[in-house]
């Protein structure tokens, strides 16, 4: 419209300046072809215009390629910084005279500073139906929105565990070796927390709240690297006919950071425990029985893993807090 005002004015000048300066004949001719002039006038503005919308919306389209490309490089970019990170990792070579638990700390590193993973893993088997399973994952993610939550199967398992622990042969050894399923479950759960560490649940609990709310106020997530619960705080005096230790720590809840020393020192005396069953032949105990599971890769060895963490840690004379919070 701009362009067609100009025009018009340009046009409205013209004609003052012929009629000062022509006969009556000339000025009627001017007024005879004067439609046609406008008419000409507006159609030019008005290509003018097309062509300027043309060109804004040409280089609006360029600028959504320009960004397109630049999402996919930026993708690509980080694709293959993972990558690199991985085979820088995978040419770090521990030294030849390591011990176990100085492979697995290498490997695996322990930042108590860290935040917890927002990661949520259960496990199930084909003895429980999709549905009850889809009803139980429904309720943990309705409660903790944005966690990534995975429910693995035993053949993603044994993928994974081979996957990640394939530098160190010990750990695929024992996987293999643990007689039945319980066990090698136990013996995964510390493994994926050690790897990455969030909340590891047993698929037959549900959360009363949500788990950035298991932190009290007063305490801080960075002094803090290993949360769990109590699972039996026993008073009868034949207690030891259902569980290893009076106070019991449980294993069907853990939330941890990844590579924690606990998650670390449990899992080096699963191998030398399974290994040396092996070696003696003794792989084949009654399984019925809890207090044989509790004690070879459940809640009684994970009692006396914590126990002996909380008893190094008192006898290093470090004060202030710890790295582990108990949940009653």
Known sequence: MLF?????????????????????????KILQNLPKEISQSINYANTIQSTDSD?????????????HQQDVQAKQFDKQRKILEKKIQDLKQTPPEAT????????????????FPAFIWQTWSNDQSPESVQDIKGMWESKN?????????????????????????????????????????DFFKYL???????????????????????????????????????????????????YIRRLQFGTWIIQAKPGHPILREIIAQIIETTLQRKKDDQLSVNLRNDLNIMSWTGSGLWTDTIFTYFNDFMRSGVRGKGHMEIIP
């Open 145 to 185: 929105p944005g966690f990534a939550h995975e429910v693995l199967n035993h053949d993603v398992i044994n993928a994974l565990v081979h996957h990640y622990f394939y530098s160190i042969p010990e750990i695929l050894e024992t996987y293999e070796a643990l007689p039945s399923v319980i066990l090698k479950i």
């Open 192 to 242: 994926i927390l050690l790897v990455h560490g969030g909340v590891y649940a047993d698929i037959d609990t549900f959360p009363v709240q949500p788990i950035p709310n298991w932190i009290p106020e007063e305490l801080s997530p960075s002094d803090i690297g290993l949360i769990v619960g109590v699972e039996e705080d026993a008073q009868r005096a034949d207690w030891r006919t259902k």
């Open 4 to 28: 067609a005002v100009i025009a018009l004015i340009s046009l409205a000048l013209a004609v003052r300046y012929l009629f000062h300066n022509s006969n009556a004949t000339d000025l009627q």
């Open 55 to 67: 060109l804004v919306q040409h280089f609006e389209k360029l600028a959504q390629e320009i960004r």
């Open 100 to 115: 176990l638990r100085e492979r697995i700390a290498f490997t695996f590193p322990y930042d108590s500073h860290a935040k």
